[in-house]
């Protein structure tokens, strides 16, 4: 123990000097189950606070009550400077030394959660002693380092684009229910309660300051939208789910229809294309099922009875056959879509009807709920891994997005909130602000609730990720589009 404190201390100070320009890369580890301790003591640069980092539905509602409740059938910001989420002002160009202080006061904002990272990352590990007495095996301390930079990564969140749904209409209900980039990643759809589709042009919406943007295309639907899901493959072809229960296929191209299926008897709450097979789709309903789809079908190929309202649905990214499911009976089913009989795994923990699930790797999903939490599940052995807190969820759809280790998802304060797998705490929040003609600002308390008789009815409905780490798109109950950037 006494050597591998020494190789620790030596390791830390050897990349405190010759790192000072280093940017660390981004990525995350889980703690294992096999618990061997190494080294119970605490590095010097963590005891004294990180100083020498360097290498840096009520189901009678619309769909703003959406998710059921029971299982029952029924910017302004300045120039020169933006407010980090620490509070404090800091250029608009920052340097060198300002990225350091700034990775510094987020460390020592989560100094609690990284020292269990790095005591669970020190213990998951093995070292053996070879014959001559030295030490053989990770020491763990590279993938701490790249765990520190991800938590450390992004101080705030800027708007760099905005997008009016409703357009002209402002009497129009304008809630977005849906919002996703297509295959390339050239533009994205925005669907909701207004019965439309529209298509927008990415680099044309950054290329203008206004917020009017008219679509390069638009469908008009015959009912409330609640899911969009663009093939992967097929780059046109976007697949909706609606109140009425049905599932189309249009070509966004021509806008035209191009098959609908209409086998749900009650709303359907969402779509989603297979990656790994881009002819089938998945979709759930408050009718208690899940469906799969072939595009070359009339006909569902298989239906799961879930025995309660389902409110979300996904396919494993890399599977064909292997599908998660959220009910309003407050749990997550994975299913093997070769033995449809029982579930492989059943996820309990959650308290309220499951809105969102999505995979943020091939074996973990995130889960979101009305009861304002936020689970990260290991799907293989059915156990929660983490609890994230801190948005407010109690009653609407407000949207999840993960990607490459970040989580993004709303909250009823008209606020967007940014997780790391690692930490249960938001990193950082965005609010839409209602109460200033739609300006923007970045906010700390993460905590603060709009109560309900204040008028606060406002809140954050859809995101997605771009394919940039740091670009993701956010909507809200008003039709407000923003394109934010993590900076």
Same mark, same amino acid.
């Given at each position: 123990n006494v050597k591998q404190t020494i190789d620790d201390n030596r390791l830390i100070s050897s990349k405190s000097t010759n790192n000072s320009k280093e940017?660390?890369?981004?990525?995350?580890?889980s703690p294992s189950n096999d618990i061997t301790i190494v080294n119970d003591t605490v590095p010097n640069w963590i005891q004294s606070g990180g100083q020498d980092l360097r290498a840096t539905p009520d189901m009678k509602t619309e769909k703003q009550d959406a998710v059921p409740t029971t299982s029952s059938s029924t910017t302004t910001t300045t120039a020169a400077s933006r407010i980090v989420s620490t509070g404090a002002i800091v250029p608009e160009e920052t340097n060198q030394y300002d990225d350091i202080e700034n990775r510094t006061k987020i460390m020592m904002r989560f100094m609690d959660d990284l020292?269990?990272?790095?005591?669970?990352?020190?213990?998951?590990?093995?070292?053996?002693?070879?014959?001559?007495?030295?030490?053989?095996?990770? #020491?763990?301390?590279?993938?701490?380092?790249?765990?520190?930079a991800a938590v450390t990564k992004y101080s705030r969140c800027k708007p760099i684009a905005t997008v009016n749904f409703v357009g002209e209409n402002f009497a129009q209900a304008s809630i977005v229910s849906s919002i996703e980039f297509d295959r390339d990643y050239e533009h994205f759809a925005v669907a909701g309660v207004s019965k439309k589709i529209k298509l927008y042009e990415y680099q044309s919406v950054l290329d203008n300051s206004v917020e009017l943007h008219y679509p390069t295309k638009e469908v008009a639907c015959t009912a409330k939208l609640s899911c969009i899901s663009w093939n992967p493959y097929l780059r046109n072809y976007l697949a909706s789910s609606d109140y009425d229960g049905f599932v189309t296929i249009w070509d966004m191209a021509t806008a035209q229809k191009v098959r609908t299926f209409q086998e749900h008897e009650k709303r359907s709450w969402s779509v989603d294309f297979c990656s790994s097979d881009p002819k089938l789709l998945a979709s759930c309903s408050d009718d208690c099922r899940v469906k799969i789809w072939s595009m070359h079908n009339d006909y569902s190929v298989t239906t799961i009875d879930a025995k309660s309202n389902v409110c979300c649905v996904k396919f494993k990214?890399? #599977? /064909?056959?292997?599908?998660?499911?959220?009910?309003?009976?407050?749990?997550?089913?994975?299913?093997d879509l070769r033995n449809t009989r029982e579930p492989c795994n059943l996820l309990k923990g959650h308290k309220k009807a499951v809105s969102y699930a999505r995979f943020l790797s091939n074996n973990e999903i995130?889960?979101?709920?009305?009861?304002? /939490?936020l689970r990260l599940w290991r799907v293989t052995e059915g156990q929660c891994l983490r609890t994230y807190r801190g948005h407010v969820n109690e009653k609407n759809f407000v949207g999840l997005a993960v990607s490459s280790g970040y989580i993004v998802c709303g909250s009823e304060t008209n606020t967007v909130h940014l997780y790391q797998r690692e930490i249960s705490r938001p990193l950082l929040s965005y609010k839409f602000d209602d109460q200033n003609n739609g300006t923007v600002k970045t906010v700390t308390n993460t905590t603060d609730r709009v109560k309900k008789d204040e008028g606060g009815s406002e809140f954050v409905s859809a995101m997605c990720w771009s394919n940039r780490e740091n670009i993701l798109l956010a909507a809200n109950s008003q039709g407000v589009v923003k394109v934010l950037e993590l900076v």
């Open positions: 940017d660390l890369s981004s990525s995350s580890s020292t269990n990272i790095y005591f669970s990352t020190r213990n998951s590990l093995r070292l053996t002693v070879d014959n001559d007495g030295s030490w053989t095996g990770d #020491s763990g301390l590279g993938t701490f380092r790249d765990s520190l990214p890399d #599977s /064909q056959y292997n599908i998660v499911f959220g009910t309003a009976d407050h749990n997550l089913y994975y299913f995130v889960s979101a709920s009305t009861d304002s /939490q």
